[in-house]
Nanobody, 112 residues
Framework: VQLQASGGGLVQAGGSLRLSCLAS????????MSWYRQIPGRQRELVAR?????KAIYADSVRARFVISRDENTLYLQMNSLEAEDTAVYYC?????????WGQGTLVTVSS
């Protein structure tokens, strides 16, 4: 399994970005996939998860602003009303055959 994340960049507060994560390998439609983020010096935290391909779970800090979705082998994170506190490196993640796979990360910078 390989995950390739993209879509990060610099955006002003209040703006939007859409992250993409292309999954290759044996990824099934019911495999859960997630977005995490990490701020330097802090632990990586869960942002959103799409469980079994259908149920979306969000961190409290992003609920109602972010939307996770999937189209075949591509996972998306639509981020709206971005805040400076959303600045982080964002990673896509999945678990398969008892292993955890991570994408390489994409940097999102929100200027206030």
């Amino acid at each position: 399994v390989q995950l390739q994340a993209s879509g990060g960049g610099l955006v002003q507060a209040g703006g939007s970005l859409r992250l993409s994560c292309l999954a290759s390998g044996n990824i099934g439609s019911r495999d859960s996939m997630s977005w995490y983020r990490q701020i330097p010096g802090r632990q990586r935290e869960l942002v959103a998860r799409l469980q079994l391909g259908v149920k979306a779970i969000y961190a409290d800090s992003v609920r109602a602003r972010f939307v996770i979705s999937r189209d075949e082998n591509t996972l998306y994170l639509q981020m709206n009303s971005l805040e400076a506190e959303d600045t982080a490196v964002y990673y896509c993640q999945t678990n398969k055959y008892g292993r955890t796979y991570w994408g390489q990360g994409t940097l999102v910078t929100v200027s206030s």
